[in-house]
């Protein structure tokens, strides 16, 4: 099975700033989500991470907020901008491949 | 959240106890899956159930699906301490998105 990561573990931020996580997949997969987790909730789809092209955001969710890369099949990063104490959440990601899926460890964040 | 509602939200048992939980979501689906969650730590996948299926048993875990009422339920028999977690509901759609969205969860306390 492939070996998903993601960095940072976890940061504390200062509100205002911004902050980019890396997820990296040891092997090719087709596609690759972005979840937020605030405390205590459950998880919620940020955007499908597009290969080539812009990614696909859901309800909610917005490029200027939340701008994503997927430079290739195994790496995607998110940023979340201009940070406030809301947006204090564990950041996840989600590989998917032919058959199997993965999920990373999560970054969590801390926004002060 | 985005797809439905698990209930109840928190249960709490004794160990040795059986534990129901339950999950509906809104749309058509290609399968749905439990995952679990401990305490700020990463998801576990459980199983796994398709939407031509009704019920599904992996060792101490039976999943049953009824696509007409759109629910789930993830039933533990004999449960242990170590099963205390938050358990989620996630379901992929009907289209080629392979979005997989979560249900609220379930903070399951199994008192020893």
């Known amino acids: 099975s492939a070996v998903i990561s993601q960095k940072p573990s976890r940061d504390i931020c200062q509100r205002g700033t911004s902050l980019t996580i890396q997820c990296q997949v040891d092997s090719q997969v087709t596609m690759m989500f972005w979840y937020r987790q605030q405390p205590g909730q459950s998880l919620t789809l940020i955007a499908t991470a597009n290969q080539g092209s812009e990614a696909t955001y859901e309800s909610g969710f917005v490029i200027d907020k939340f701008p994503i890369s997927r430079p290739n099949l195994t790496f995607s990063t998110l940023t979340v901008s201009n940070m406030s104490p809301e947006d204090s959440s564990i950041y996840l990601c989600r590989a998917r491949g032919q058959m199997e899926q993965y999920f990373g460890p999560g970054t969590r964040l801390t926004v002060t | 959240s985005q797809q439905g509602e698990e209930d109840p939200q928190a249960l709490s048992i004794q160990e040795g106890e059986n534990a129901t939980m339950n999950c509906s979501y809104k749309?058509?689906?290609?399968?749905l899956q439990w995952y679990r969650q401990n305490s700020g730590r990463g998801l576990v996948h459980l199983i796994l159930?398709?939407?031509?299926?009704r019920e599904k048993h992996s060792g101490r875990l039976r999943v049953t699906l009824d696509t007409s009422k759109k629910s789930s339920s993830l039933l533990i028999t004999a449960s242990r301490a170590a099963d205390t977690a938050s358990y989620f509901c996630a379901t992929v759609s009907m289209d080629s998105s392979y979005k997989l969205i979560f249900g609220s969860g379930t903070r399951l306390l199994v008192r020893p």
């Open positions: 159930i398709r939407s031509n299926e």
């Open positions: 749309t058509s689906i290609n399968n």
